[in-house]
């Protein structure tokens, strides 16, 4: 996101390494639950993606049993027989 603020100049090459050099020095630890990836397919194969980026994220939002937030229109209509997918009108 840093990089494609800074890219389509919303943001200047000072700010956004600024971003980034913040962000890389977070305290923060990836994480993944336990059954991610094999979700992921699952609903893949459900939606009949060859790929599983997406489906990463909506296996996510049913794992931990919460609602996807997106504005990628195709994901939100596509993904809501899955899980419950909303987009930022719907807040």
């Known amino acids: 996101m840093i990089h494609e603020l800074r ?3 919303e943001i200047s090459g000072e700010l956004a390494a600024i971003a980034l050099d913040r962000l890389g020095a977070a ?6 639950p336990r059954g991610l ?5 699952r609903i893949a194969d459900r939606l009949g993606w060859a790929k599983t980026y997406d489906a990463e994220y909506l296996a996510l939002a049913r794992l931990l049993k919460c609602r996807l937030l997106t504005t990628d229109a ?3 209509a596509s993904g809501s027989e899955v899980v ?5 009108a719907d807040l």
């Open 7 to 9: 890219w389509r100049k």
């Open 27 to 32: 305290d923060v630890s990836p994480r993944r």
């Open 37 to 41: 990836i094999e979700e992921a397919w």
């Open 74 to 76: 195709k994901l939100k």
């Open 84 to 88: 419950d997918v909303i987009g930022p």
